[in-house]
């Protein structure tokens, strides 16, 4: 087979962070229905790929603290390389997804999983996911716990860092 012309399946792998709360409390919460709080992770070449508050980091698919996906999507295939997408995931590790660029509702590992997926199938991710942000902050308490919420940085214990972390 022309090496050139290999392809690469790409999952989205789905994490409820919430662990089925959000769906219970949001309403009393926000006013509103949230069915999770959502973490997401790119699974391909044999890994998984997130960001967090530590940076870009990779990890066997599953192989986080948070277990097995609560959803796994197919997100369809690649034709990109897993030299060049190594290579990419260098460069994002040194620049915009650096540890310290990590921000809860403005720049995370949905932010993250959503560009790496149109890099590699021209697909964003669902818009449940990448929506989740603005709809709680777009609530009266989800303002008032912005403050708190903005100096949590997630990173799922399990992962290698990718280039260097947080570079601080």
């Given at each position: 087979?022309?090496?050139?012309?290999?392809?690469?399946?790409?999952?989205?792998?789905?994490?409820?962070?919430?662990r089925g709360?959000?769906?219970?409390?949001s309403?009393?919460?926000?006013?509103?229905?949230?069915?999770?709080?959502?973490?997401?992770?790119?699974?391909?070449?044999?890994?998984e790929?997130?960001f967090?508050?530590?940076?870009?980091?990779?990890c066997?698919?599953?192989?986080?603290?948070?277990?097995?996906?609560?959803?796994?999507?197919?997100?369809?295939?690649?034709?990109?390389?897993?030299?060049?997408?190594m290579?990419?995931?260098?460069?994002?590790?040194?620049?915009?997804?650096?540890g310290?660029?990590?921000?809860?509702?403005?720049?995370?590992?949905?932010?993250?999983?959503?560009?790496v997926?149109?890099?590699?199938?021209?697909?964003?991710?669902?818009?449940?996911?990448?929506?989740?942000?603005?709809?709680?902050?777009?609530?009266?308490?989800?303002?008032?716990l912005?403050?708190?919420?903005?100096s949590?940085?997630?990173?799922?214990?399990?992962?290698?860092?990718i280039?260097?972390?947080?570079?601080?």
């Amino acid at each position: 087979m022309d090496k050139n012309s290999a392809r690469y399946n790409v999952q989205l792998y789905i994490y409820d962070l919430s662990r089925g709360m959000a769906r219970s409390l949001s309403p009393i919460m926000l006013g509103k229905q949230l069915d999770g709080i959502w973490h997401t992770a790119i699974v391909a070449y044999g890994d998984e790929f997130f960001f967090g508050g530590e940076g870009i980091s990779s990890c066997s698919p599953g192989g986080t603290m948070l277990g097995p996906p609560d959803t796994v999507v197919e997100l369809g295939e690649t034709e990109v390389s897993e030299e060049i997408f190594m290579e990419y995931l260098s460069s994002l590790g040194e620049s915009t997804y650096r540890g310290d660029r990590y921000r809860l509702f403005e720049h995370n590992c949905n932010t993250f999983t959503n560009e790496v997926a149109q890099f590699l199938t021209g697909m964003p991710i669902p818009s449940y996911i990448t929506d989740l942000p603005s709809e709680v902050l777009a609530t009266p308490f989800g303002q008032i716990l912005r403050p708190i919420l903005d100096s949590i940085h997630i990173a799922p214990p399990g992962g290698n860092v990718i280039n260097g972390g947080r570079n601080i």
